[in-house]
Structures are given as C-alpha cells and as structure tokens.
C-alpha cells in the first residue's frame, strides 16, 4: 500500500512538472521515484518487482526526455539506476537479470541519442552518456554471464564492441557527426580490446592497451577529433595499472626469467616503443588540454613525463631481476644509477624529434646532477680489490658513466642561454669538478693501494690533503682563466670557491694532522697558488673589469 502510494505521489509530481515546465519539480519527482523502493524496504529480496518498477520509471524519464531535453535527468537516473543494479548484481544469478540489464542499457542509449533522431545534433553530455551506459552496461551484463557460465568472460564485451562498431557505420554512412561517429568507434576499439584483455593474461592487456593508446593517439592527429585524445586521457590510467600487474611478474614468478626474451620484459618492451610513439604524437597537445570540459594544467609535461617513467621502469625491473643475484645492495643501486644516465642521455638525444619542454629537460639534468652526486658513493670503487667476484672488468663497466656525464654536460654548454645563465655554469662546472675529483680518488686508490687494503687510511689522507688541493687549484685556475676569457661568469665564481675551500680546508682540518715535511710542502704550494693567482689576475685585471661592469658593451665590440 506504501509503496503504491508513493508511486502515486511520483507520477502526479512529474505530470506536474511536465504541465508547469518546472525542472526543479521534476528532479525532485524523480529522485523521490528512485527512493521509493529504499523508504518502504522490509528487506525481502524481490529482484522482478524492484527491476520492473525502475524501468517503468526510466521509460518516464525517457519521455521527459523527449519532451523537453532535460539532460539533468537523465543522469540523475541513470546514476540511480546503476546503483541498484550493483548492489543487486550478485543476489540473483537468473537469466531474468539479462533481461532487465538489456532493457536499461536500451532505454538509456536511446536517451543518450534522442537529440541526434530528433535535431541531428549531439552534445558532449549525450557523449557522456552513451559511454557510461556502454561501459557499465557490459560489466553488469558480463557480471551476470560470469556468475551463470562461468568461462568465455570477453565475450559480452565482444558482442557490444561489435555494437558499437556497426553504430559507426551507420553513422559513417548516414551522416556526417564527426562527435557520434568517433565516440561509437572509441568504444569499439575500447571493449574489443577489454575483450582479449579479459580472455588472456595481464601481459596481453599491457600490450593491448599500450598499443590501443598509439592508436587513438594516431587517429586524433589524422582526424583531428579530440574525442580520441579524451579516450586516451581516460584509458591511460588503465595502461599504468596494467603494466604494474605485469612487472609483478618478477616477483611472483616460480621459475627464472631468461635475460630479456621473456614475456615480461617483452611487454615492457613493447609499452616503451609505444611510450615514445605517444610522446612523438603528444609534441601538439597544448599546455592546458580539455577532459570532459575540465582543464588538465601543464597537462603535455605530465603526459610525457609519465610515458618517459614507463619507458625508465620497464628496463629498470629487468635490469634489477637479472643482477640481483649476483650483487650487492651498493652495487645493484651503482648500476641503476649508471643505466638511468644512460636514459637520460638517451632521452635528451631524441629532445628535438620528440619536442620535450624545457622544464621537461630541466628535470631530466637536474635528474642527472642527482645521479652522479650519489654514483660514486655507493659504487666504493677502491675497496673493489676486496671483494669477492669483482675485477677490473667491474671498474671498466663503472666507469661507463661518463660517456652519457660528459654528453649531458656538453648538451647544458651548447644550449642557447647556457652563456647567460650564471646558475647553469656553475652548477655544471660544480658537477665537472666533482666527477673529475672522485676518479682521481678512484684512480690513486686502485693503483696505490696493496692487496689487503691495509694501507687504505694513509692512502686516502695522501690524496685528501695533497693532491685534492693540487686538482682544485688546477680546476679553479682554468675555470678563471676560461671564464675571463670566454666572458663566462659563472666560471670564475666557481674557481674562486674552489680557492677558498683550499684555503679553508689547509688551515682548518689538514694542518692539524700533517707532520712538519707536509706541511712545508702545503704552505708552499699554497704561495706558489696565491701567486699564480695574483700574476693571472694581473694579466687579465682589466678583462675582468670589462667582464663585470660592461657585459654588454664588451659583446658589442667583439661582434
């Protein structure tokens, strides 16, 4: 009687709201329609009669629909109706629930195309519309089909792909909405390859779904539709979730991948050609994209940066899994930081074909200062001679860091504002002297050192307190002399702290622990730097002047 009651009292309401033209009526009327059934509940499972009524309902908000376009009513049954549908969908495992499931998915879809029968027209909510309904449609009715049959899962996702795919033709043939047409295509594209996702492993969905994200890609640049670029905003977060299932692979697995031919690796692999494809194809997209009528800010920066952190992970987990048998914690972390120089490099190489953002580029090297800052930490290259299993061969491999350094680096000197910008030399030339100061430590080290390494601490305070002042006073001098020259004033700034650390670090740490021959030797080769320094100054006084007084004019004259 309840129940019968507030049906009545709905229908009246939206008769009402039909007769006065009062949307705000008839929302209220149709969300008092969907509660209904929650208000007079007694707990009693009733599937047929609950399922029935909302599509009685639904069938008035299609009519409303139709009479006076009231979009927001739609979704606002369609919101209703797929919660019910949820909490229902594993209570009543009958065929019964094809059919309610069916006829939603109808009403609804009609709904979504009623302006387009009506005017030829197509908005983006009746896009929206037509795609929730679609994909959630086929997850409750393969839901349905999975509790009764149990196998063939992709199969309800094949059927309405193929849907979807004829609905494109149609449209393709009949008429020339570009919206509907590509949106009913991006769905079939969508639910075929849910379909093999849902047939084969998660190695076969990365794969899938990377090649699927090249593909709207490459049909948004040819049609120039953005539909296809908001389907790839939206399927990219499934691409991340699927490719970590696969690398979770590594962990799982029973038995031990071969070196690069197995399938994990092979869909990284795969996911990293597809990754710089899509960065190729992203070089158009504009620093604020639009989803769905929301804006997406620095939205090119965070899409390449995300396909570039795909592409870096993939190799990295295969790396890591082939050689953490055989390594220590230090020198597994050692070869990371070697190979992601290596990306790095190989990255800032394809900057121009790829058309990477300066900020991009700007994260990519102070990436890179990262990376040797710590290399020679953690790799401890002069105890190598007593470890076990390690060789000169390892040294040689560690070594190998500077060919991707010493193109980085010459990458930051050639750039075009590289003259101008003084925090850009000294931060590079801070990174030169470091490299160069730690293999000058490795080096003396390797070769100084015996075979027990007993003689480590002598060793390592030769080097502290005699030849690392002697390569910085080497370092700082060319940096002033080049700096003054080359009108780099970055340069000079650096030489002079290099000067200064000398100085600072003779007086307050290495004279208290030399004997009296060192540090004879130390003060007169910190009066021979000091003189060095006043004769260069000499030499180059008014260069200098010109330098920090008149940049401008000086460039105006050498031109």
Known sequence: TTFGLLTIVTIFSIVMAMLY???????????????????ISTGESNFVFLFGYLTILNLSMLYMAWRKNWQIISFIAFAFTFIYSIAWIDDSKTSTQYLFFGLLYIIFTVTSLLNYFKKGEFSVWNCLLLIFN????????????????????????FLFGLINAFGAFYIYKTSKNNL??????????????????????????????????????????????????????????????A???????????????????????????????????????????????????????????????TSLLLMYTGILFELIYQIEPYFNFMMIVSYVLIYTLFFIAFV?????????????????????????????????????????????????????????????????????????????????MFVLVYVISFEKYNGFMLITLDESSSNFSHQADIFRMILLPIIWAVLGFVLIYFGLRKQLKGFPIVGIILFGLIILKLYFVDVWEMSNIFRIISFIVLGILIL?????YQKLKNLMVNLMEKPSENKEAEQ
């Open 348 to 428: 800032l190489a394809l900057r121009e074909k790829l058309n990477l953002g300066n900020a991009l580029q700007l994260v990519l090297q102070i990436s890179t200062a990262f990376c040797i800052l710590f290399l020679p930490m953690f790799a401890e290259i002069p105890l190598l001679p007593s470890k076990i299993n390690y060789n000169i061969g390892s040294y040689f491999l560690y070594l190998s860091y500077l060919i991707p350094t010493a193109y980085i680096i010459y990458l930051v000197v050639k750039s075009s504002d590289f003259q101008s910008s003084k925090a850009k030399q000294i931060i590079s």
């Open 532 to 536: 060095l320094t006043s004769f260069m």
């Open 134 to 157: 679609t994909i959630l449609s086929t997850v409750l009715i393969s839901s349905v089909y999975y509790f009764i049959v149990g196998n063939n899962n992709g199969l309800i996702a």
């Open 21 to 39: 033209n009062r949307q705000v009526l008839a929302i209220f009327s149709i969300i008092g329609g969907f509660t209904a059934p929650l208000m």
């Open 243 to 305: 490719l970590c299932v696969n690398w979770f692979d590594y962990i799982d697995t029973e038995k031990h991948l071969v070196v690069i031919f197995n399938h994990v690796f092979i869909t990284s692999f795969i996911a990293l050609v597809c990754s710089i494809a899509n960065i190729y194809l992203m070089k158009d997209f504009e620093t604020e994209e639009q989803f769905l009528g929301f804006k997406l800010n620095h939205s090119k920066f965070i899409f390449i940066s």
């Open 180 to 241: 509907l047409q590509n949106t009913l295509i991006g769905l079939s594209i969508a639910l075929i390859t849910t379909t093999i996702a849902l047939q084969f492993k998660a190695n076969v969905v990365s794969i899938c779904f990377a090649i699927e994200s090249t593909l709207l890609l490459f049909l948004w640049k040819k049609s120039k539709e953005n539909i296809f670029k908001v389907f790839f905003i939206a399927m990219f977060p499934f691409l991340l979730i």
